[in-house]
């Protein structure tokens, strides 16, 4: 299929880019930080998300969202990364609504997701509990107790997980890995918020003989293999895009200022040097921007190995924006990491991306494992 967007995705594109450098323009992200917002995003802002239809982007029409697939789903994610915007939309309406999606029952579907939709309420998903993405190793148990289940663990890096108003937990139980639905407000659970490098958050979550009846399981016993796989896919590919606009926006940065800075008479832009790098660098953003938008509608459509299309797109997209950040950093010179300049907040951001649901030499091994190395 073409790797462009139809007119209907262009204008979601159009409306995002403009919602989001008039409402929450890098200077949001700078007020936030500065003030030392307690925590560190704005539920005013997510409303507003909600009413512009962008936190239900992936929710079914009957639930209260857009009931769009995962390109546009990119496409806003894209936004983000532009904006450097601190969001729950990947934690909430990403990860979460598409675990939901996926093996949420009615209830806990009627429950949540319209609100999600609306921006009224923020799901996190409690996976990580290593320094590294790591899926399979989930140390956090749950024991049978009751009419329910005691989880006992610890998890890390869960996005927005001190606002949250529910936490879906990844534990380990006797039939395998399985996804339960927490109150935050639940005996036992402690969460501490965590300000990350690049001012967006995340936190710790400790969960300490915490008590949940049988239906805070969400699907079946045993059963999160699946619907976890669905929403890291869908998770993978979003913040991709979210790479591939970073990288994008520091590219547009760092051209504007070679074109105003002038040495020995000249604007630096006209050295050959520079503008061969530029060319370089503008042919990898293109290049990771298929690769993602690729992934993105093997995605929608359900193709076999899309998966390992959504690894290809993250790795190459992780890669591609930490060049353009170093690049644009150098292309400053010093003051490119001075906090003055935008520059140097694009590559803290692209940092964390890189490592979030996996870096370039996870996707480069499990790209590896299934062709048979």
């Known amino acids: 299929m073409p790797l462009i967007l139809t007119d209907e995705q262009t204008m979601l594109k159009e409306a995002a880019d403009g919602f989001l450098s008039e409402n929450a323009p890098i200077r949001h992200l700078r007020e936030l930080r500065d003030r030392k917002d307690a925590d560190g995003v704005s539920r005013e802002l997510w409303r507003a998300f909600g009413e512009m239809g962008f936190a239900g982007?992936?929710?079914?029409?009957?639930?209260?969202?857009?009931?769009?697939?995962?390109?546009?789903?990119?496409?806003?994610?894209?936004?983000?990364?532009?904006?450097?915007?601190?969001?729950?939309?990947?934690?909430?309406?990403?990860?979460?609504?598409?675990?939901?999606?996926?093996a949420g029952s009615e209830s806990q579907q009627t429950a949540w997701l319209p609100k999600v939709s609306a921006g009224e309420a923020i799901l996190a998903l409690a996976l990580e509990e290593g320094p590294k993405h790591a899926p399979d190793r989930i140390d956090t148990r749950a024991e049978r107790a009751g009419n329910g289940f005691r989880l006992n663990g610890r998890k890390g890096f869960v996005l927005d997980g001190h606002v949250a108003d529910a936490l879906i937990v990844v534990a380990a139980t006797d039939e395998g890995p399985t996804?339960?639905?927490?109150?935050?407000?639940?005996?036992?659970?402690?969460?501490e918020r965590t300000?990350?490098?690049?001012?967006?958050?995340?936190?710790?979550?400790?969960?300490?003989?915490?008590?949940?009846?049988?239906?805070?399981?969400?699907?079946?016993?045993?059963?999160?293999?699946?619907?976890?796989?669905?929403?890291?896919?869908?998770?993978?590919?979003?913040?991709?895009?979210?790479?591939?606009?970073?990288g994008d926006q520091a590219f547009q940065i760092t051209m504007d200022y070679i074109k105003g800075r002038k040495q020995f008479g000249r604007a630096i832009g006209?050295?050959?040097?520079?503008?061969?790098?530029?060319?370089?660098?503008?042919?990898?953003?293109?290049?990771?921007?298929?690769?993602?938008?690729?992934?993105?509608?093997?995605?929608?459509?359900?193709?076999?190995?899309?998966?390992?299309?959504?690894?290809?797109a993250k790795a190459k997209a992780g890669r591609v924006a930490e060049l353009a950040v170093q690049e644009g950093v150098q292309m400053h010179g010093g003051v490119g990491m001075t906090d003055e300049y935008d520059i140097g907040l694009f590559m803290k951001r692209v940092r964390v991306l890189n490592e979030l649901l996996g870096d370039a030499h996870f996707h480069a091994e499990r790209i590896a494992r299934a062709g048979g190395y």
Do not use: W, Y
């Open 195 to 246: 300000v990350m490098v690049d001012a967006h958050n995340a936190a710790r979550v400790v969960l300490t003989d915490v008590q949940v009846d049988a239906d805070a399981v969400v699907g079946q016993v045993g059963g999160a293999s699946a619907p976890l796989d669905a929403a890291l896919s869908l998770g993978r590919a979003c913040a991709a895009a979210m790479l591939t606009g970073a």
């Open 57 to 102: 982007v992936i929710v079914p029409e009957a639930l209260g969202g857009s009931g769009l697939g995962a390109v546009e789903a990119g496409v806003i994610a894209e936004s983000l990364g532009r904006t450097l915007t601190p969001s729950p939309f990947l934690g909430s309406s990403v990860l979460a609504a598409k675990v939901l999606l996926e």
């Open 270 to 312: 006209e050295f050959q040097a520079l503008q061969h790098r530029a060319a370089q660098l503008f042919s990898e953003l293109e290049i990771a921007k298929a690769a993602t938008l690729g992934a993105l509608q093997r995605l929608d459509a359900g193709a076999e190995a899309a998966d390992l299309a959504v690894s290809v």
């Open 179 to 191: 996804l339960f639905l927490v109150d935050p407000k639940t005996a036992g659970v402690e969460i």
